[in-house]
């Protein structure tokens, strides 16, 4: 397999790891065409015999992946767009379990931000391992009056337990790569310098296990994890929100810089003086309802 009809992600194979560098200019956003081909390699890869380890990692030094295209927020019907998906299901799971599926085992080298879809990508990896010093982790979507629902929710309480993930999810913290490693959210975290050797060295001594090996044990922990993953609840919750002040806070967020270079390096910034400006008002809104429900 060549993989050669690939645009968004480019695919290196060599002693039985395929390296997949994201390189989807401006930002790496998780967006339509990036999980259409993150789709199609997992199709392709999965039946490829020469391939047991796969290495994500990106082309841009400070983004892994951004997070997911703030489109998803402005027009809610994209996340259920993208043909056939299991039922209950939205886009972004489908990409991440097609991923969290393969046979082969996955590896997410973070050097730079993955937030949001960016993050649920990449704990839906079998390992992770981050860069001290540059890498950053986190699901800011509650600051954005949403959630993790691209299988966030279900993912980090696996890695990381409920009352770190609810830190994490509810507080919409970055957390560096040192509180990752504490944390479980990444397997190390490690010198930027030392990143790419270690990465590569731990996945040719993996794939030169073989695949009988590797499925065997992949199948054996499996076997050994009690979460079970409720995606279509995680999916069906999304109901509950108000998708028109869901879009308008998106535009907002849109126009203060999000999704250009700059602002995504302040995205924490840009997202809790939105959060500070909201705040005020929904306080005058529960104050007014409480003085109706007295009267």
């Known amino acids: 397999m060549t993989y050669s009809n690939l645009s968004a ?15 989807h200019p401006p930002l790496n956003l998780l967006d339509g065409e990036l999980i259409k081909e993150l789709m199609a390699f997992a199709s392709q890869v999965r039946t490829d015999d020469k391939v047991q380890v ?8 400070q983004f892994f992946i951004a997070h997911g295209d703030m489109r998803f927020l402005t027009d809610p019907a994209l996340m259920s767009a993208g043909g056939d998906l299991p039922t209950g299901t939205n886009v972004v799971q489908a990409v991440n379990e097609e991923i969290r599926s393969l046979p082969q085992v996955t590896i997410g080298k973070i050097a730079g931000f993955a937030r949001g879809g960016g993050n649920e990508f990449a704990m839906a990896l079998d390992m992770r391992f981050a860069a001290i010093g540059t890498s950053g982790q986190a699901q800011p979507e509650t600051l954005m009056g949403i959630y993790p629902g691209g299988g966030g929710t279900q993912y980090m309480t696996s890695l ?12 919409g913290e970055l957390a560096d790569a040192e509180l990752a490693e504490r944390y479980g959210l990444v397997n190390r975290a490690l010198p930027a310098d030392e990143l790419d050797t270690f990465v590569t060295v731990l996945a040719r001594r993996i794939a030169a296990l073989g695949p009988t090996v590797i499925g065997i044990v992949k199948m054996a922990v499996d076997a050994a994890d009690y979460t079970k993953r409720d995606l279509a609840t995680e999916s069906s919750l999304a109901a509950r929100l108000s998708f028109p002040e869901v879009a308008a806070t998106a535009h907002k967020l849109l126009a203060a810089g999000v999704q250009t270079r700059e602002g995504e390096l302040r995205l924490e910034e840009i997202l809790n003086k939105a959060q500070q400006e909201v705040t005020p008002q929904l306080s005058d809104k529960a104050a007014t309802r409480v003085s109706r429900e007295s009267d």
């Open 160 to 171: 990381i337990g409920r009352a770190r993930t609810l830190e994490l999810i509810l507080g």
């Open 9 to 23: 992600i480019s695919v290196d194979i060599r002693h039985g790891v395929a390296t997949v560098i994201i390189d």
């Open 54 to 61: 796969i290495v994500f990692e990106s082309a841009d030094p």
